[in-house]
Structures are given as C-alpha cells and as structure tokens.
C-alpha cells in the first residue's frame, strides 16, 4: 500500500453525512435479478468509469486494448494532448500510447524513486458526466503532480479532460486533454506557438451536424447571445481558458471573460482537428472536437500569434448541439516547468528537476498555487 503524501497545503476534506438508523425507516428490499425489472445502470457505469480514471493515474496506460475500433471509428481515431509540445498522439490502429507527464514522471513511480512522493498524480476535483443512455461520458479532474525536489514536494496543478464511449462492457478512451494552467500574459510575452497542428479527419456521422464550424463561432464569439447559442449553461458545462484565473462555469460562461477577451485577440481561427461522435452506433450521445487553434494577440504595437490546443465537447440539447466542456491550454517545455518551481531549476540528462538544495526554497512556489 503506497504511504500518504506529506501534508505540504491544507487540504479541505469535504465528508459526507452517514444517516442514522432509526424508526420509520423501511429496509430496502433486494431485486431479483432474473425477474426481468429493468434498473437504472448509471451508477455502476459511473462507478466503472470512476474506478477507470484514478486506476489509470497510477498505471503506465490506460486499460484500452487494440479492439477500441468497435467503439470508436478508427479514421478519427483515439487523440491524447500532454504538457509538454511533444505530448501529442493520434492513434488510429493499436492500443493508445501511455500517457506522458512531464519532468521525469512516472505513472505509478514507487518511493524509492521518487522518496518525497508516495504518488505523481492525485485527483482533487473528479467529475464524471453520463450521457442519458449511459453510453458516453465526458470527464473533468484537477489534478496534483509530486515532483521531489531536495526531499521536499513540489505540486504541480494540473487540468484534465476525457471523453469515454462505452465498448460492450467496458469504457474505452476518446479524447484525452491535460494541461498546466498559465499567465495569458506569459503567452503572449514569449509568443507561444508550440502545439503543432495535428492531421485532420471527421467521422462520417459527424459531418452533418456541422462541428466545425459551430466551434469556429464559438471560440471567436463576444457577445452574450452569440455565446448562448453556442455554449451550455447548464450547472455541468466548464470551460478552462489556458490562464489557472479563467475557469469558468454555467451561466459564468456567456456572461465572464470569452476567450476573445481573455487574449485580446484581433481574430481566433480553428485549424485541423479530429472530429467523433460516440458511441459508433445510434444517433450518437456525444461529439467532441480536438485540435488546435490560432489567435493572433493584440500588443502594444502589433499582433502575436499564440498557437492553443483545444478539445471541446459537445451535447445535443432539445434545441441544437451545444459545448458542454472546453480545455484550452498551451504547452509548456521542462525547463520553464522547472523555472514555476525555482528560478535556479535544471533538468538532468535523466530528464528529472534538478535544484541546489542549499539555495532550495523551503516551499516551492508550484505548491503555493
């Protein structure tokens, strides 16, 4: 059994009520389960999913297997975005690549690898939406990352979204986005254009609906309406612009900063991504759009072009298609990673953080976030 994490940050911990027996309370009585009662599933899918996610935090890959293809349409494939530039995949045929985490960690790393911490990653905020028909679900966490520095912690905030579709009796990875949260300031300052484009392709039975452009009207909208008709409000939908101060949610959405504002930009452009729509029979519960986008900043003086990765979910409401969950993120490379932590860091040829340990701060400045 991996050891607790050292209390570096006052943590909150929310518990829940347990109801006291008493008078009046009736047992529940227990189904038979060949009696032919249909039951409402949500549950166990979602504990399902649940235990998916956190077990794929502590293990090299996620437990998708080569015949993902029945769940997923292979010319869209299965797209992973990291931190880093060079996180990114797109896999059509295969089993998914592991996921990549940046200075030196490991899914799973024991302590004897890194000693100030028991875990790399730890979920703070895990939600999970079902679809309806439970055949889809997207996924937002908030995620810790431990990086031992001189025998102290060092947590890295860290965003992540999913999409699942349901596979038979399993849950099978769509999109996966994880990001480090970052100043816009920042990214205009050093003019940030990492993320390449990736190749694009569209599932046939996403064509109709017209994603593409219903995200190009989204990601350049200002106004309330325009915004409206594009986002949900719902209390489930979120999007998080690449800076840790823009997450917004429900009605915060339309009425807070559009990410137009956030950059200042002059024009926003969505270029190549890959378009699905799940599950791969019926109607399909949920589409989803990952790619990239091109927003040109406005300066003092001229205009800066940043290129963002972007994943947006979609849900059909008793109106249209509307986006119920945005990541936008930029990435970022080690060494700057490093530099969040202490102004002095390195990465060794190991590819793990280096710092004077006399010169270490007594908390790192990621923890203090």
């Given amino acids: 059994m991996k050891r607790p994490w050292p209390v570096v940050v006052a943590l909150g911990l929310v518990l829940a009520a347990c109801p006291k027996s008493g008078a009046g309370v009736k047992p529940t009585a227990i189904g ?22 956190l077990e794929g935090y502590e293990r090299d ?17 299965i797209v992973r975005f990291g931190v880093r530039a060079g996180d990114r995949a797109v896999v059509t045929s295969g089993p998914p690549p592991s996921r990549a985490l940046p200075l030196g960690l490991r899914p799973g790393a024991d302590d004897a690898d890194n000693p100030a911490c028991a875990e790399n990653l730890r979920s703070k905020a895990l939600a999970i939406h079902l679809t309806p028909d439970g055949q889809a679900a997207w996924v937002t966490d908030e995620l810790s990352a431990c990086v031992s520095v001189c025998g102290k912690q060092a947590l890295i905030p860290l965003r992540l979204s999913a999409v699942y579709v349901r596979g038979g009796d399993r849950w099978v990875l769509a999109v996966e986005h994880v990001s480090y949260p970052q100043q816009t300031a920042a990214l205009i300052a050093r003019g940030e254009n990492g993320g390449k484009p990736i190749d694009p392709a569209i599932s046939e039975r996403a064509i109709a609906p017209d994603f593409q452009r219903l995200v190009a009207r989204a990601v350049s909208a200002i106004e309330k309406a325009d915004r409206e008709g594009a986002f949900s409000t719902e209390p489930d939908a979120i999007a998080w612009w690449p800076d840790l101060a823009h997450e917004l949610r429900a009605g915060a959405i339309t009425t807070g900063p559009s990410l137009t504002d956030a950059f200042d930009a002059a024009s926003i452009t969505t270029e190549p991504s890959r378009i699905g729509i799940g599950p791969s029979s019926g109607t399909g519960s949920i589409a989803w759009w990952s790619g990239t986008l091109l927003v040109r900043a406005r ?71």
């Avoid at 009696?35 to 235990?51: H, I, K, M, N």
């Fill in 299 to 369: 300066t003092i003086d001229q205009e800066t072009p940043i290129r963002l990765r972007a994943t947006f979910v979609l849900r059909r409401d008793a109106e249209r298609w509307r986006i119920v969950e945005s990541h936008v993120s930029a990435p970022i490379s080690d060494d700057l990673l490093a530099k969040e932590i202490a102004a002095d860091a390195t990465i060794g040829p190991d590819g793990r953080i280096r710092v004077p340990c006399e010169r270490a701060p007594t908390t790192p400045a990621a923890a203090r976030r």
């Fill in 32 to 53: 038979d389960p060949f009696s032919g009662d249909t039951t409402d599933e949500s549950p166990v899918l979602r504990r399902e999913l649940e235990a998916e996610v």
């Fill in 61 to 77: 890959d996620t437990s998708t297997s080569e015949d993902w293809q029945g769940a997923i349409d292979p010319e869209v494939g």
